[in-house]
């Protein structure tokens, strides 16, 4: 589990004690389960259907909710490098609706929050994501949002610490 870890991710993933950062450590213990969720969360980022700058969105939104500080400080500088406006990025970091100007990104927001403060979608959200994303994208931004959401509850229920020097986004 650890060789592969590291073999796929480098050096990046080393926490300053020689330890696997972010969820990784929790894989090591459960390893059958760490190797599949290390497999879908690799199928889930880089081989869906999903437009990166759009997964980046619904990333950051759930991290968010979650207030999942590793999450945040992992993916919310991916999400401005893949095009999501830093005004709209640090607006779900402070909760707040961003004033997106790309609806696509609007709506995938928009299912993103739902899901992670409902567990459901309206037929408005469901409806305007599914014009952007048709039937595939939809089942796999809704697989996309649960996996982030069962990352947060491994980062936060371990207390996973941020990197040395990283600044916490949540007080």
């Known amino acids: 589990m650890w060789d592969s870890i590291v073999g796929t991710r480098g050096s990046q ?18 390893p059958d389960v760490g ?16 437009e990166r700058r759009l997964a980046e969105v619904a ?12 999450e945040w400080w992992a993916h919310a500088p991916m999400a401005r490098e893949h095009g999501v406006a830093a005004e709209q990025v640090d607006a779900i970091g402070r ?23 409902t567990g459901q979608l309206s037929a408005e959200s469901y409806d305007a994501a599914h014009r952007v ?25 371990f207390a996973v610490p941020l990197p040395a020097g990283a600044r916490p986004r949540w007080e």
Do not use: K
């Open 35 to 50: 190797r599949q969720l290390t497999s879908l969360g690799a199928v889930l980022r880089f081989g869906t259907s999903i």
């Open 95 to 117: 909760g707040e609706e961003p004033e997106f100007t790309a609806g696509d990104e609007r709506a995938v927001h928009a299912v993103a929050a739902e899901l992670a403060r």
């Open 133 to 157: 994303l048709g039937d595939a994208g939809m089942v796999e931004l809704v697989c996309l949002c649960g996996y982030y959401t069962l990352i947060s509850y491994l980062l936060n229920s």
């Open 13 to 30: 993933v080393l926490s300053d004690q020689g330890g696997l950062s972010g969820p990784f450590n929790a894989f090591l213990h459960a």
């Open 59 to 70: 990333i950051v939104t759930v991290a968010a909710h979650w207030r999942a500080e590793f």
